[in-house]
Protein backbone atom coordinates (compact mmCIF):
# COMPACT_ATOMS: atom_id res chain seq x y z
CA UNK A 1 0.00 0.00 0.00
CA UNK A 2 1.67 3.46 -1.16
CA UNK A 3 1.94 5.52 1.86
CA UNK A 4 -0.34 8.39 2.64
CA UNK A 5 0.76 12.17 3.16
CA UNK A 6 -1.59 13.97 5.37
CA UNK A 7 -1.49 16.61 2.82
CA UNK A 8 -3.06 13.96 0.68
CA UNK A 9 -5.87 12.67 3.23
CA UNK A 10 -7.08 16.39 3.91
CA UNK A 11 -7.21 16.86 -0.14
CA UNK A 12 -9.49 13.27 -0.32
CA UNK A 13 -11.67 14.12 2.44
CA UNK A 14 -11.72 18.09 1.73
CA UNK A 15 -11.73 17.77 -1.72
CA UNK A 16 -13.99 14.50 -2.59
CA UNK A 17 -11.48 12.93 -4.60
CA UNK A 18 -11.83 9.30 -5.26
CA UNK A 19 -13.98 6.97 -5.19
CA UNK A 20 -17.51 8.21 -5.92
CA UNK A 21 -19.82 8.16 -2.40
CA UNK A 22 -22.56 6.54 -4.24
CA UNK A 23 -20.75 3.31 -4.75
CA UNK A 24 -19.86 3.58 -1.23
CA UNK A 25 -23.40 3.50 -0.14
CA UNK A 26 -24.30 -0.50 -1.12
CA UNK A 27 -21.34 -0.54 1.62
CA UNK A 28 -22.99 0.76 4.31
CA UNK A 29 -24.61 -2.48 6.27
CA UNK A 30 -21.43 -4.35 5.74
CA UNK A 31 -19.32 -1.68 8.32
CA UNK A 32 -21.78 -2.00 10.19
CA UNK A 33 -21.98 -5.88 11.27
CA UNK A 34 -19.22 -7.68 8.17
CA UNK A 35 -20.86 -8.85 5.17
CA UNK A 36 -23.31 -11.27 4.92
CA UNK A 37 -26.21 -12.46 2.70
CA UNK A 38 -26.16 -12.96 -0.81
CA UNK A 39 -23.04 -13.39 -2.54
CA UNK A 40 -21.00 -11.71 -0.06
CA UNK A 41 -19.77 -15.37 1.57
CA UNK A 42 -16.35 -15.35 -0.69
CA UNK A 43 -15.32 -12.37 1.44
CA UNK A 44 -16.40 -12.81 4.94
CA UNK A 45 -14.05 -13.01 7.61
CA UNK A 46 -11.39 -11.33 5.55
CA UNK A 47 -10.85 -7.26 5.53
CA UNK A 48 -11.22 -6.07 2.21
CA UNK A 49 -7.90 -3.63 1.13
CA UNK A 50 -10.36 -1.31 -1.04
CA UNK A 51 -10.32 2.32 0.11
CA UNK A 52 -13.43 4.29 -0.18
CA UNK A 53 -14.46 7.78 0.76
CA UNK A 54 -15.75 8.46 4.17
CA UNK A 55 -19.63 8.97 4.18
CA UNK A 56 -22.13 8.97 6.83
CA UNK A 57 -23.70 5.88 5.71
CA UNK A 58 -20.68 3.63 6.46
CA UNK A 59 -20.63 4.79 10.02
CA UNK A 60 -24.07 5.14 11.53
CA UNK A 61 -25.00 2.10 11.29
CA UNK A 62 -21.48 0.87 13.21
CA UNK A 63 -21.98 3.23 16.10
CA UNK A 64 -20.78 1.02 19.18
CA UNK A 65 -18.76 -1.41 16.98
CA UNK A 66 -14.93 -1.77 16.69
CA UNK A 67 -13.07 -0.63 14.10
CA UNK A 68 -9.52 -1.85 13.51
CA UNK A 69 -7.29 1.41 12.94
CA UNK A 70 -3.24 2.11 11.57
CA UNK A 71 -1.83 4.73 12.03
CA UNK A 72 0.28 5.48 8.76
CA UNK A 73 3.59 6.51 9.52
CA UNK A 74 5.15 4.86 6.82
CA UNK A 75 7.08 1.36 7.91
CA UNK A 76 7.80 -0.68 11.05
CA UNK A 77 6.62 1.93 13.58
CA UNK A 78 2.98 2.10 12.38
CA UNK A 79 0.45 1.31 15.27
CA UNK A 80 -2.43 -0.73 15.08
CA UNK A 81 -5.25 0.33 17.81
CA UNK A 82 -8.60 -0.85 18.58
CA UNK A 83 -11.23 2.13 18.41
CA UNK A 84 -15.13 1.81 19.34
CA UNK A 85 -17.16 4.16 17.25
CA UNK A 86 -18.94 6.29 19.89
CA UNK A 87 -21.07 8.71 17.91
CA UNK A 88 -21.76 10.17 14.48
CA UNK A 89 -22.56 13.99 15.01
CA UNK A 90 -23.67 16.89 12.74
CA UNK A 91 -20.91 19.37 11.91
CA UNK A 92 -21.99 22.96 12.99
CA UNK A 93 -23.94 25.24 10.05
CA UNK A 94 -24.66 22.10 8.04
CA UNK A 95 -27.76 20.20 7.12
CA UNK A 96 -28.50 17.66 9.20
CA UNK A 97 -27.68 14.09 8.27
CA UNK A 98 -24.90 15.02 5.45
CA UNK A 99 -23.37 12.55 3.95
CA UNK A 100 -19.99 14.34 3.19
CA UNK A 101 -19.91 16.93 6.30
CA UNK A 102 -19.78 14.99 9.77
CA UNK A 103 -17.97 13.95 13.38
CA UNK A 104 -16.88 10.76 14.28
CA UNK A 105 -16.30 10.19 17.69
CA UNK A 106 -13.82 7.09 19.43
CA UNK A 107 -13.04 5.38 21.95
CA UNK A 108 -9.43 4.09 22.16
CA UNK A 109 -9.23 2.40 25.08
CA UNK A 110 -5.83 0.65 26.68
CA UNK A 111 -3.75 3.16 24.07
CA UNK A 112 -2.45 6.59 24.76
CA UNK A 113 -3.94 7.95 21.57
CA UNK A 114 -2.15 10.83 19.53
CA UNK A 115 -3.13 12.71 16.17
CA UNK A 116 -2.45 11.17 13.45
CA UNK A 117 -3.53 9.54 9.59
CA UNK A 118 -5.35 5.86 10.44
CA UNK A 119 -6.52 3.65 8.04
CA UNK A 120 -10.18 2.55 9.74
CA UNK A 121 -11.33 -1.34 8.99
CA UNK A 122 -13.36 -3.77 9.96
CA UNK A 123 -13.96 -7.31 8.32
CA UNK A 124 -15.60 -7.46 5.13
CA UNK A 125 -16.12 -3.74 5.05
CA UNK A 126 -14.28 -1.01 3.09
CA UNK A 127 -11.22 0.57 4.39
CA UNK A 128 -11.45 4.06 5.27
CA UNK A 129 -8.38 6.80 5.51
CA UNK A 130 -8.70 9.47 8.15
CA UNK A 131 -6.97 11.98 9.97
CA UNK A 132 -8.05 11.40 13.38
CA UNK A 133 -7.19 13.73 16.38
CA UNK A 134 -7.21 12.93 20.08
CA UNK A 135 -9.15 15.02 22.62
CA UNK A 136 -10.05 15.14 25.97
CA UNK A 137 -7.66 14.24 29.12
CA UNK A 138 -4.70 12.11 28.46
CA UNK A 139 -4.73 8.41 29.66
CA UNK A 140 -5.08 5.48 28.78
CA UNK A 141 -8.87 5.89 27.67
CA UNK A 142 -9.16 8.30 25.26
CA UNK A 143 -11.55 9.69 22.83
CA UNK A 144 -10.11 10.86 19.48
CA UNK A 145 -12.32 12.11 16.46
CA UNK A 146 -12.28 12.57 12.61
CA UNK A 147 -13.72 16.06 10.64
CA UNK A 148 -15.23 15.09 7.55
CA UNK A 149 -16.10 17.80 5.63
CA UNK A 150 -15.92 17.19 1.73
CA UNK A 151 -17.66 18.29 -1.44
CA UNK A 152 -19.85 15.86 -2.88
Known amino acids: MPELSRRAVMATALGGLGVAAAAALPAAPAIARGISGTGASAVTGRIVAETTDPVR ?46 LLLFTASGFTASDGIYTLRRSGAPQVTLFLSAIGPRGLTRAMQAVVSRTA
Open 57 to 102: SLFTPAVGRTFRATESGGGASDRTIDLVLSSVEDIADSTPGDENRF
